[in-house]
């Protein structure tokens, strides 16, 4: 059976919104929680007043899906009402289907499972050991790219920016927080970080002329894979496959984690604190990473997307069945060339977090915040603004509400808390989904969020 690039890519690119219907930053909403034993993830300058270990491999998971296009952009009912089509399918009307993308279409997701956690105290503040598993991936499709696979007439194209990537790895972290004043403190977090797959594929620009029923295409792009194997050849020279795959460590890198509290009491108004954070920052680097490329000074011919553009009748070919036909056409029209093996090294993608908290006078169990968080990454850059509401009425309950808008749209999340002697667990979520399909994937977009943990605090509150 013949192996594609794409067989063995987009499985890969697809994991996290797999992991979904079985996106990685800690849950947000919690960012004001003191009894949150998490919230040092997003400022390590946040000092828990307990110790803690984490029940094995429960301790905390995040899931997080975000982007400005969802399932009902390309998921449509049959004629007959009973099944679903693709939007390839010629019941589906170009305008409809065209009028409700974006110029840049993105789905982004990120994954972080915590595989063991403990935080105490020692060396004159908090410190804190963590083992996760992390995922980051990203996809980015130009509107021309779908008007170019629906409308397919007799016309020029001409599009670039389209890119998939996804970077997937183990995260071991060491932190400690204390206070430098009685208002200020600080936190650091030094992470190693250990590759287990890496994939990219961008394209730089793609420019299509229409001739009778073929298509000549000039590109420029690349196309990179780090799983320790190598790329098979077809006939004509071109990628056709991955092989060898090796499950293992195929990178490593390091990362750092600052940040920092100050309460505001003494010098503005009693119950103000101000906080900032700068997360990831450093690199990693891939080995015996697989390259391969498209060059623009030979273009080559295209003969057309033949299954996903069939009338066909849907009884009898499942949307599984549909979106298989429609892989195998694009698998096509891609004509990568192998460029041999090397390394590849970048960055993690910084993120920077400012906070501030107010103290209700009137009642001290009772606060509100913003938190501004903006993600730095030459593909995909994020940005987000969270208004919170914060409160601890028992010493073993805390809740908070959170009202978000970012660069793909406008949520709601809520976080509840529960910490008892011997035992904690969380569960919350920075933006409740509105609407779902069979498969639980989002509808009307990716903007999704789920958050929960059991962990075992002990020792005496400080």
């Known amino acids: 059976m013949k192996k594609h690039i794409i067989n063995r890519i987009l499985p890969i690119v697809l994991f996290a919104f797999m992991a979904v219907a079985l996106n990685a930053q800690t849950l947000r909403t919690g960012y004001f929680l003191k009894g949150n034993l998490y919230r040092y993830r997003i400022n390590p300058a946040h000092m828990n007043d307990q110790n803690y270990l984490s029940f094995p491999v429960l301790g905390n998971m995040d899931i997080n899906t975000a982007g400005n296009v969802g399932l009902a952009n390309f998921v449509y009912d049959s004629p007959n009402g009973t099944d679903l089509v693709t939007f390839m399918h010629p019941s589906v009307s170009a305008d409809d289907f065209l009028g409700d993308l974006e110029g840049d279409n993105q789905i982004m997701a990120d994954f972080d499972f915590t595989i063991m956690s403990a935080g105490f105290f020692a060396f004159g503040g908090y410190n804190t050991i963590d083992l996760s598993a992390r995922s980051r991936t990203g996809l980015n499709i130009p509107y021309d790219m779908f008007k170019f696979m629906k409308v397919m007439g007799n016309n020029d194209y001409s599009f670039g920016d389209l890119n998939a990537r996804t970077r997937n790895y183990i995260d071991l972290s060491l932190g400690h927080s204390r206070k430098i004043t009685e208002d200020l403190t600080v936190g650091a977090r030094v992470k190693l970080l250990f590759g287990i797959a890496y994939a990219d594929m961008t394209m730089d620009r793609m420019d299509i002329s229409m001739n009778g029923d073929r298509w000549s295409i000039n590109a420029k792009g690349a196309a990179s894979v780090g799983l320790g194997g190598n790329f098979t050849l077809a006939e004509d020279g071109t990628v056709d496959g991955y092989d060898n795959v090796s499950v293992g460590m195929n990178g490593f890198g390091f990362g750092l984690d600052l940040g920092a509290t100050y309460d505001l009491s003494n010098l503005v108004t009693k119950g103000l604190i101000v906080s900032a954070s700068l997360n990831d920052i450093g690199s990693i680097s891939w080995k015996n990473v697989a390259k391969a490329g498209i060059s623009p000074d030979e ?32 698998e096509d029209f891609f004509k990568f060339e192998d460029m041999g093996e090397g390394s590849k090294s970048e960055s993690l993608g910084a993120t920077l977090n400012l906070g501030v908290e107010y103290k209700m006078p009137f009642y001290d169990k009772l606060s509100a915040g913003i938190l501004y968080t903006n993600r730095f990454d030459d593909l995909y850059p994020y940005s987000q603004l969270s208004l919170m509401v914060n409160v601890s009425p028992l010493k073993s309950l805390d809740f908070a509400l959170s009202g978000t808008t970012s660069t793909f749209g406008a949520g709601f999340g809520a976080m509840a808390n529960v ?44």
């Open 419 to 462: 910490r008892l002697k011997g035992f904690n667990f969380f569960v919350g979520t920075d933006c409740f989904i509105s609407k779902v399909g069979k498969q639980f994937i989002p509808l009307e977009n990716m903007n999704a969020n789920v958050s929960f943990g059991i962990n075992i605090p002990f020792g005496e509150r400080k």
């Open 299 to 330: 273009p080559y011919v295209f003969d057309g997307f033949e299954e996903i553009a069939m009338d066909d009748d849907v009884p009898g070919r499942n949307l599984e069945d549909q979106f298989d036909d429609m892989k195998e056409d694009v």
